[in-house]
């Protein structure tokens, strides 16, 4: 049996080896009409083109980390993001995670425009994982932070953009998850709000939460976090501290053009 100081010091996420491949179909059916033709035909659509989001990723996070993967559009740093949470499985290797993970890839998945704010909030919750009681102890935490409280009655198709943001925020926030893995959320809403959610992580950080996001922004990188992870081309290039890290993608993001956006339409492998 481990001993206790062993079990703390196990990475609350631990990739190992971790590839994931998309396919690209060199022609698609554009009708229903042109799909009969080529299945009779046998003319099917062939997977010509690989596509490699992540490349033999090995990393490791330790509880109560904050770390940041920062790199150029299609480097890989969503996609890696999404290995994490579990939307994707990776092609190869493998990812260990420990404890209650919430991802706020997109802030306002799982809400639907024609329910109400508070059933929006109960539906949100179930998503993450949180159960009646668990989502009862943490309610009016939700309503103090979201500043939501007069709207709970309010279809969600009637507030603004930011409002939804501050509400599914509030409830990924307020559930105490064990991981909180973030995808530029914090470049969401506006100043006031963006800066209540830096209060809230730190916070969240200070009690032994771990936290790893995705973000262009160098001074939200700077204050929040201690390590960096520099990903290009879906391989890791540079994993240190932070200021080690931004200063060398920076001097490198200056004299090299940024990597081609990634094609439409990928089927996983």
């Known amino acids: 049996m481990p001993k206790s100081s062993e079990i703390i010091a196990a990475p609350v996420i631990d990739c190992r080896s971790v590839t994931k491949r998309f396919y690209f179909d060199e022609h698609r059916p554009e009708s229903l009409r042109e799909w009969f033709i080529r299945a009779i035909l046998r003319k099917h659509a062939e997977f010509r083109h690989t596509g490699f989001a992540i490349r033999d990723v090995n990393l490791q996070v330790l509880a109560g980390e904050n770390v940041a993967f920062v790199g150029s559009n ?93 509400l599914a925020f509030s409830v990924a926030v307020c559930v105490q998850p064990d991981i909180l893995l973030l995808d530029e959320v914090l470049a969401v809403g506006d100043h006031e709000f963006q800066q209540r959610c830096l209060q809230r992580l730190r916070s969240y950080n200070e009690e032994g939460g771990t936290i790893v996001f995705v973000s262009h922004n160098f001074s939200h990188v700077r204050q929040f976090c201690k390590r960096a992870i520099w990903l290009e081309q879906g391989a890791v290039r540079m994993d240190g ?23 439409s339409a990928p089927i996983q492998a």
């Open 74 to 166: 299609g480097s890989g740093k969503s996609s890696l993001l999404r290995l994490i949470a579990g939307i994707y499985q990776p092609s190869e290797g493998n990812i260990v995670t420990r404890g209650r993970i919430a991802p706020i890839i997109e802030l306002g998945a799982g809400f639907h425009q024609e329910l109400t704010g508070a059933e929006n909030i109960a539906l949100y919750a179930a998503v993450l994982g949180l159960g009646r009681r668990e989502l009862g102890a943490s309610y009016e935490e939700i309503l103090d932070f979201s500043g939501m409280a007069d709207h709970l009655d309010t279809p969600l198709k009637y507030l603004s953009s930011g409002m939804e943001a501050r």
């Open 241 to 263: 501290p932070s200021a080690g890290v931004l200063e060398a993608f920076g001097s490198a993001a200056a004299t090299t053009a940024a990597p081609g956006d990634r094609l």
